[in-house]
């Protein structure tokens, strides 16, 4: 005799279809990973095993050698790149994070004349392709004396449309009545911005974060215009180079591209769970 509380067995169509749908997920995962684990493998080959044809998937004796010569090449400034890149990409993160931020809370919770024009010319932004407005930027980098300079691949990116367009439909989302619950306990404009809306924000912040910072770590045409000094590269120039140099030495070039993706990926990891999070609020609104 059964009970009311006893659970139901699933039905063989269930199974079968939740099966059959993480059959389809594992066929995505490794059609996905596939190709960044053969350039993996790749980079621990020797170059004779590299230009074999047909050629082996796993290297017969891995070394770390293509490795060891970018790290320890004197004529390659690898830390300065480096640093170029990181401090590149944590300013553009850090100045897109304020602005976007701002500017959302100010179009999702303040009413003023010309609102809605202001926010559709900075929407529009959003559709017109980074080559339209490369000339104007350049012009503007040359007038400011910044040609050759980090902070010209910084100053031109002070504002981002998506992120505004991002920010404020989060924002808007948020009840007004928290912020007014604090004007009434005095809290000033900046003092409800910095603590009320900002420590709501996590999840967009990090989702916006990593975009921002894998948009401008791989940014190649910008920085290889205005930037014309070996030591003040970044890092996805380092490796065009390495391509040029190197057009015979594929393990090197495989090397090199393996180490740009490292950043990227730590930067993935340690803000996955608020990426999570983004998502899943976004599903339930």
Same mark, same amino acid.
């Given at each position: 005799? /059964?009970?009311?509380?006893?659970?139901?067995?699933?039905?063989?169509?269930?199974?079968?279809?939740?099966?059959?749908?993480?059959?389809?997920?594992?066929?995505?995962?490794?059609?996905?990973?596939? #190709?960044?684990?053969?350039?993996?493998?790749?980079?621990?080959?020797?170059?004779? $095993?590299?230009?074999?044809? #047909?050629?082996?998937?796993?290297?017969?004796?891995? /070394?770390?050698?293509?490795?060891? /010569?970018?790290?320890?090449?004197?004529?390659?400034?690898? $830390?300065?790149?480096?640093?170029?890149?990181?401090?590149?990409?944590?300013?553009?993160?850090?100045? /897109?994070?304020?602005?976007?931020?701002?500017? +959302?809370?100010?179009?999702?919770?303040?009413?003023?004349?010309?609102?809605?024009?202001?926010?559709?010319?900075?929407?529009?932004?959003?559709?017109?392709?980074?080559?339209?407005?490369?000339?104007?930027?350049?012009?503007?980098?040359?007038?400011?004396?910044?040609?050759?300079?980090?902070?010209?691949?910084?100053?031109?990116?002070?504002?981002?449309?998506? +992120?505004?367009?991002?920010?404020?439909?989060?924002?808007?989302?948020?009840?007004?009545?928290?912020?007014?619950?604090?004007?009434?306990? +005095?809290?000033? $404009?900046?003092?409800?911005?910095?603590?009320?809306?900002? #420590?709501?924000?996590?999840?967009?912040?990090?989702?916006?974060?990593?975009?921002?910072?894998?948009?401008?770590?791989?940014?190649?045409?910008?920085?290889?215009?205005?930037?014309?000094?070996?030591?003040?590269?970044?890092?996805?120039?380092?490796? %065009?180079?390495?391509?040029?140099?190197?057009?015979?030495?594929?393990?090197?070039?495989?090397?090199?591209?393996?180490?740009?993706?490292? #950043?990227?990926?730590? %930067?993935?990891?340690?803000?996955?769970?608020?990426?999570?999070?983004?998502?899943?609020?976004?599903?339930?609104?």
């Amino acid at each position: 005799m /059964t009970t009311p509380s006893a659970k139901k067995r699933p039905s063989l169509g269930f199974i079968l279809g939740k099966s059959g749908a993480y059959a389809v997920l594992l066929v995505g995962l490794i059609a996905t990973l596939l #190709p960044f684990f053969y350039i993996i493998v790749s980079s621990l080959k020797n170059e004779a $095993e590299l230009r074999q044809t #047909p050629p082996d998937f796993f290297p017969s004796v891995p /070394t770390l050698k293509h490795y060891i /010569t970018i790290l320890t090449d004197e004529k390659i400034p690898l $830390e300065q790149n480096l640093f170029n890149s990181i401090f590149v990409s944590s300013m553009r993160v850090l100045i /897109t994070l304020f602005t976007s931020s701002f500017a +959302g809370y100010i179009f999702a919770k303040y009413q003023f004349k010309g609102r809605n024009l202001a926010f559709g010319m900075i929407f529009m932004q959003i559709m017109i392709p980074m080559q339209v407005v490369m000339i104007p930027n350049y012009l503007l980098v040359v007038k400011l004396g910044l040609i050759d300079s980090l902070w010209a691949l910084i100053i031109p990116a002070f504002v981002d449309a998506y +992120g505004i367009f991002m920010m404020k439909q989060f924002i808007e989302a948020m009840p007004a009545e928290l912020m007014d619950a604090a004007r009434i306990d +005095g809290a000033s $404009e900046l003092g409800i911005y910095t603590r009320i809306i900002l #420590p709501q924000m996590g999840p967009p912040l990090a989702s916006l974060g990593i975009f921002t910072f894998m948009a401008t770590w791989n940014d190649y045409l910008w920085p290889l215009i205005v930037l014309t000094s070996p030591e003040k590269r970044t890092i996805p120039l380092l490796v %065009v180079w390495f391509q040029t140099a190197h057009t015979s030495n594929q393990g090197l070039i495989l090397a090199a591209s393996i180490l740009t993706l490292l #950043p990227i990926f730590f %930067v993935y990891i340690f803000l996955q769970r608020w990426i999570v999070d983004q998502a899943t609020s976004s599903a339930f609104k």
